[in-house]
């Protein structure tokens, strides 16, 4: 179906693909992996028609073809769902879905009804149940790209291309997910996708190609390869100790974090647990299950309904997250582009950001102090920038990432909540980022890890709760966990709960 040879993309000053060849069949998944910055996704935009290679052919569909833009690339029989979703918030799910492809009435004017009742079957398809008329902006992140999947079930597509499209589900989504890109198989379209969660790789694809530094670092079926060489041929190294060693017992001081019957918008409700020095503590569940309001209500940006919270043994109720880390608590949240960065602004002000007063002369900003914080936290985390007045825009996801742990180390000394602190990074950053969580717990800070992805959760925590419908179902000692024992409380019924975790 599509056949790239020799592709080379230059930006300035960057050798962004080097004589890359690629190639999907019909009826195939073929994974594209790589670290960030590897060329994965400028491969993808000159495949879509985005950016024009500079050397190379491509082929699709037997015919050599050089897109203008990627109306052409579309209108052929390609489509991308890109890991930064393309939608309109303030359009229905229905006039998303069917964006520039609304189906016509014969007086030429769109058929709503029809391009309703079609994206309610498109959604059916997919396994979920959003309202195909609401707002766009109004549905959490998960749905939102469900949307963005079901764009992709319009028309006749031929070559489905996914970059990460489980960052921001998991669980019954994900499988439903596969499920549909199997169907999609069988009926004969070639599919890439992209993912930085190897599991998913070994359980989805047919054949993977591994991009290094722009360059084609090997192209094999699934079943001829392992884990461990595909992380080799990705980072350029084994990788013999992805998770660093967990300390043999946590010394139970008293709490550095106590809450007690609380419930928080509109997903918690009665969630007590205590959280000691030193411990990293993981939540798992399934989306949806009220993990990421939790972490806000603890952090003061989502409203408390009931309960009381005790931070080092004195009451805590954080009316905003001013409040928050002015007491020691920081929070990484899991959008780190809508949430986290300043992205229009230099490395510099995004690790030096909650805490201005450290750096507050007489009222006035110390640049010059500023600038040398930064270098430090460059130099302490690896962080691979040109220096402290690179845009954050233009950094990798991996280094955006450790820029945001230097600014949340240095803000908090008392608990760090991390919700998917490796989404959307590669295989290298993460081991990087697990050192950084681990060497932090070993300070004495008190960490709380949310994470859907259960190998993460179980080689890096100390003890896991496991949320269900906004409720803990469970609490289990990490060396006595197992994903299957995750997954069982994590989808049991509510009055199952006490009987299952005991």
């Known amino acids: 179906m599509l056949h790239v040879s020799g592709i080379t993309k230059r930006f300035p000053g960057v050798l962004s693909l080097d004589a890359v060849d690629f190639d999907v069949q019909p009826g195939e998944i073929h994974a594209l992996v790589g670290e960030n ?88 398809e997919l396994g979920v149940e959003i309202d195909a008329r609401a707002r766009v902006k109004r549905l959490s992140v998960a749905d939102q790209q469900m949307v963005e999947i079901a764009k992709a079930l319009i028309g006749d597509t031929r070559l489905l291309i996914l970059d ?46 591994v991009l290094k530094d722009g360059r084609l670092a090997g192209t094999l079926p699934i079943g001829s390869i392992d884990r461990a060489r595909l992380i080799a041929l990705m980072v350029g190294r084994p990788l013999t100790d992805i998770y660093p060693p967990k300390p043999a017992a946590i010394a139970r001081q ?12 509109e997903r918690v409700r009665g969630v007590g647990f205590a959280l000691y020095p030193g411990e990293v503590l993981g939540i798992a569940g399934l989306v949806g299950a009220g993990r990421s309001e939790l972490a806000h209500a603890l952090f003061g940006s989502v409203p408390v309904r009931k309960g009381r919270m005790r931070l080092a043994g004195e009451p805590y109720a954080p009316r905003s997250p001013a409040e928050a880390i002015a007491r020691g608590v920081g929070l990484l949240t899991e959008d780190r582009k809508a949430e986290g960065l300043l992205l229009n602004l230099e490395l510099a002000p995004n690790i030096t950001a909650p805490r201005l007063d450290q750096i507050t002369v007489r009222g006035l900003l110390d640049l010059s102090r500023e600038l040398a914080i930064a270098g430090e936290e460059i130099a302490k985390y690896a962080i691979a920038a040109p220096s402290a007045r ?31 602190p490796t989404r959307g990074v590669d295989v290298g950053a993460k081991v990087e980022i697990y050192h950084i969580i681990r060497r932090l717990a070993a300070s004495g800070v008190g960490v709380i ?27 289990l000692a990490a060396n006595q966990a197992s994903e299957e024992g995750i997954m069982a409380l994590a989808s049991l019924h509510p009055g199952a709960a006490v009987e299952t975790a005991a």
Request: aromatic content about 6%; hydrophobic content about 45%; glycine content about 8%.
């Open 164 to 209: 990460e499209p489980t960052a921001v589900i998991s669980g019954r989504e994900a499988d439903l997910l596969f499920a549909r890109m199997r169907a999609l198989r069988a009926r004969g379209v070639a599919i890439v996708y992209i993912s930085h969660r190897l599991d998913e790789i070994f359980a989805i694809a047919d054949r993977v190609t």
């Open 449 to 475: 890890m949310i994470s859907s992805e259960l190998l993460e959760i179980l080689g890096l925590c100390d003890r896991i709760l496991v949320m269900r419908e906004g409720r803990i179902s469970g609490e």
């Open 254 to 265: 008293a709490p550095v974090l106590e809450a007690d019957g609380l419930s928080a918008g």
């Open 37 to 124: 910055g590897a060329g994965k996704s400028t491969l993808v935009k000159v495949i879509a028609g985005a950016h024009a290679p500079d050397q190379g052919t491509i082929r699709f569909d037997g015919r050599a073809v050089a897109w203008a833009n990627p109306h052409q690339a579309r209108a052929a029989g390609i489509h991308v769902i890109y890991q930064d979703l393309v939608l309109f918030p303030e359009l229905s799910v229905a006039e998303n879905v069917f964006i520039g492809q609304e189906p016509r009435n014969r007086w030429g004017l769109i058929d709503t009804a029809r391009m309703h009742r079609r994206a309610r079957e498109v959604l059916a």
């Open 390 to 420: 690179a845009r954050m825009v233009n950094l990798s996801g991996g280094n955006q990432q450790k820029a945001l742990f230097s600014r949340w180390v240095r803000a908090c000394h008392k608990v760090l909540i991390l919700d998917e």
